[in-house]
């Protein structure tokens, strides 16, 4: 079982800038995609980001031209920089891992989760 550990959230002020890691456990497959997702209180989870093995990427219209998800498949790692931060950003950050080689913005379609790491950003 592939386990997956997000770190890096905290408090940060309107403007500011995050970088969250998540670290998987095992490689989950020969190429594989990751994401990163997030959940306000009260809202659905939404999707933010995803890039698969080959480096190609795409990120939600709220947070284009703000936020990056390079990745490191040697360490079968993906970050999420987040910068020019807004309060409405603030929520709970999930990465998930999906064993397909294409870019997935469905939630149903991955295969891994971490557990979830808070943003903050005060105004």
């Known amino acids: 079982q592939v386990q997956l550990v997000e770190s890096g959230g905290g408090l940060v002020q309107a403007g500011g800038s995050l970088r969250l890691s998540c670290a998987a456990s095992?490689?989950?497959?020969?190429?594989?995609?990751m994401g990163w997702f997030r959940q306000a209180p009260g809202k659905e989870r939404e999707f933010v980001a995803v890039i698969n093995w080959g480096g190609s990427s795409t990120y939600a219209e709220a947070v284009k031209g703000r936020l990056t998800i390079p990745r490191d498949n040697a360490k079968n790692t993906v970050y999420l920089h987040m910068n020019s931060l807004k309060p409405e950003d603030t929520a709970v950050y999930y990465c998930a891992a999906a064993e397909v080689s294409w870019l997935v913005v469905r939630d149903g379609e991955y295969d891994y989760w971490g557990q979830g790491t808070q943003v903050t950003v005060s105004s």
């Open positions: 095992a490689r989950p497959s020969s190429r594989y995609a």
